[in-house]
């Protein structure tokens, strides 16, 4: 087994304990290259399907791009698709600074629709490697009534044994991506040949390295117009991933703030 | 070669080596609390030119808003809660590569209040980097950390002996905190490969060789790492393939799963434990888009799987799949080491759930024979363990477990015990002293019929004047067994019972001759026992058996066998009181250790829970101990 299939078969093993475990549970899509490889893990994982809803919480703000690219996918894919919509900017807090201001919105959407379908579990494709907080989740992440991560006190998690025993009212985190780094989703994303947003490729000597909401979401220097040429771009980099987003930035504890209240 | 140049040449050699085909190792750095776990991550990141752009700057400016010394350890503490305390809370992780492979770096607390996230972080781990402070040598965790590792099955671990700045590069003192720590490293049986003078703050031994300790000729921190080997998976061992879930997809019926050891192929036979069925395999499942991707016809450790059967026999998750000559041991008590992070003590008598492999069950602690003192290994009793203690417990559940010796095979040789709704603890298995089950509950023939009996029980109990039954005698060596039954039968026989004993010596010449004392053996010696004994109650007989059978499960399958007719008579003493006995000199020869898992002495006794009859003879004369025994038959095998 090379690397690749080594990360593989963890994500499968994560999202079958989960799907065993766990009533009630969904995915979310937020049509980044991190998610769409997620989808495709679920459907090695379950042979070809991805039995259970794949949600997409909209800011009704991402680039027009990713709407293309989610509404034909869902169709192909033949996903069980949901879409809910955020709530307006001026129902949240307005102490906020801006970026964060539009996060928390995503936030709140989000726990709007984990209580309108009864969600008890949620598939997010976040990775260690791409932020400080990140780093330190667990795969299996327990929440509180509010939605909120208690990260002074995560449950242990060892030899794959994940916790999946929770008083009722916990909403449940869980990460099938968490081991990956951003350059294994791209040699992934080329091996299985996985559809790509064309964002994430130069034009004008500028490419989108990730993708958020088209306000706070700004475009880094790059040349690299092939999945090949990207992979040899963050060989050498020294610049980090989420640069482009600005609300990891506003303060030195803005995104860890951002996810103790449920952020993803 | 200056910094930048040194960075650019790294780069070079990792664009002509793909990152697809580059080896991960993931490396975990422990220690006691401020010794400079995060500190050491902190300069091999800047000494491997691995930092971000801005990343130096920002830590920087961190630390001057909070008026402390530039610190690296802001590095990966990433909570505000740990940069303010100035300590590491949970674990997290940071990559980075040398010329010869990729790395994932995982930090983990030395606080010994956060030992779950040191666990957390220590158990994904294919080698670890343990951290001494030179100015203040091997400390509780330093010992703890390393007891742990070995108990998690790291076997790959270095030493670096940090702030040798703090002692003037001192080679003496060095020398002396390796010795010590060496010594306590091999007394649990780990071997560590290198141990490294350093100072993490001065940068010296870390990436480069600076000249502050010529008399250390060994290599830096990151040589080191390059030395050691990923995790290889365990394709060359006996297959262990634990049911995962079973899906009915597009009119299949998958089982689907990960391979934890060893390898299978279309057309194997194989067989699910504990429930024994077996099964051949029609075909390896799976989904890809790939063109050109062909069907997978084995499948090895590591693979996440599908399978389907030639036959449709049902099973669940939780079956441990194995091939049929390699089968893993079945049993429903064992021996474990564990660790215990639960916020209640683990308690003699209470219930848990197992966690093993993909299987749950119910579980209790049936005693807790020592708690393990990590610094000295020195064992102390105790009726619980505290949170984040190490004990050898024994554990006993409801049904028939697969499971493996974890030196055999770590994967399914090792468990997660559940209080309530969190793991609290985790351990690994030992047999020592308990035998595999499987041969016992393991029926080879198949396509039998019990033929019917022309004549009743009843029938014939009214022949005999009495009912027929077991009375199963249990108890220490010495206890007074075989008196009692010798005495009791004399009793009943001139009462007009037709009664007779099985007596352990007298078995094993005849019935038994064949088995020898191996822990396998005793219980299959006991088995037969528990049969013939249900023969003669079905023939109308009273059988008494005197056999010590000090295990729960072997007296319980003796009662399957005989059903109603089973009384379970305990004969007890205490070890002290046997052991002045001693009509046979055995506890003699057992104390001076000619005889090995001797019951009572050094292999465990597990007194009945709910004998019918207890016979106290410790306390009671034989004269009053068989009055009482004859009171009970007379009583109980009435017509």
Known sequence: MDRLDQLESQSIFIFREAFNRIENIAMLWSLGKDSNVMIWLARKAFFGHVPFPVMHVDTEKKFPEMYEFRDRYAAEWNLNFIRELCPPLDTIDDTLPPAARSAARKTEGLKLAIKKHGFNALFAGIRRDEEATRAKERVFSPRGLTGQWDFKDQPPEFWDQFKTDFPPGTHIRIHPLLHWTEIDIWLYTQREQIPTIPLYFAKDGKRYRSLGDKDITSPVASTATTIEEIIEELQTTRVSERSGRAMDHESEDAFERLRADGYL | MSEASEAKVRLAAVNTNPASYRDLLRIVIVGHVDHGKSTLVGRMFHDTGSLPDGKYESIKAMCERRGVPFEWAFLMDALQAERDQGITIDTSQIWFKTDARDYTIIDAPGHKEFLKNMITGAAQSDAALLIIDAAEGVREQSRRHGYLLHLLGIRQVAVAVNKMDLINYEKDQFDLIEQEYRDYLTSIGVTPTFVIPVSARQGDNIVNQTGAMPWYKGPTVVK?????????????????????????FDHRRIIAGRVEEGRFSIGDELVFSPSNKTARVKSIEYWSTVPGKKAP???????????????????????????????????????????????????????????LGTLEAPVTVQSIESIVDT??????????????????????????????????????????????????????????????????????????????????????????????????????SGAGKSTLAVALEKKLFEKGYNVFVLDGDNVRHGLNANLSFSPEDRAENIRRVGEVSALF?????????????????DRDRARAAAEADFHEIYVKADVATCEARDPKGLYKKARAGEIKDFTGISAPYEEPENAELTVDTASTPIEEAVEKLVNYVEMKFKV
Request: proline letters at 4%; glycine letters at 8%.
């Open chain 2, 224 to 248: 080191a790492l390059d030395s050691f080997m990923p995790s290889a998976s365990p394709v060359d061992r006996p297959l262990r393939f634990p049911v995962q879930d079973v899906y009915k």
């Open chain 2, 297 to 355: 016809t084995e499948a090895v450790a590591g693979e996440s799987v599908g399978i389907t059967l030639d036959e449709q026999i049902f099973v669940e998750r939780g079956e441990l799949i194995s091939h049929v000559d390699h089968p893993p041991i079945e049993t429903d008590v064992f021996r474990a080491r564990i660790f215990w992070l639960g916020h209640e003590p683990l308690v003699k008598g209470k219930s848990y759930r197992i966690k």
């Open chain 2, 375 to 476: 610094s000295d290994l020195s064992n102390s009793s105790s009726h619980q363990v505290e949170r984040n203690q190490v004990a050898e417990i024994v554990i006993r559940a409801r049904r028939m477990l697969a499971l493996d010796e974890f030196t055999k095979a770590p994967k399914s040789g090792r468990f997660v015990l559940i209080d309530k709704y969190d793991i609290a603890g985790g351990g690994i298995i030992s047999m020592e002293g308990y035998a595999d089950q499987r041969d016992l509950i393991t029926s080879r023939s198949t396509n039998i019929t019990r033929v019917e009996h022309g004549i009743t029980n009843e029938a014939r109990a009214f022949r005999n004047g009495h009912k027929g039954g077991v009375l199963w005698f249990t108890g220490l």
């Open chain 2, 537 to 553: 109650a079905r023939a109308g007989m009273i059988a008494i058996t005197s056999f010590i059978s000090p295990y729960r499960s």
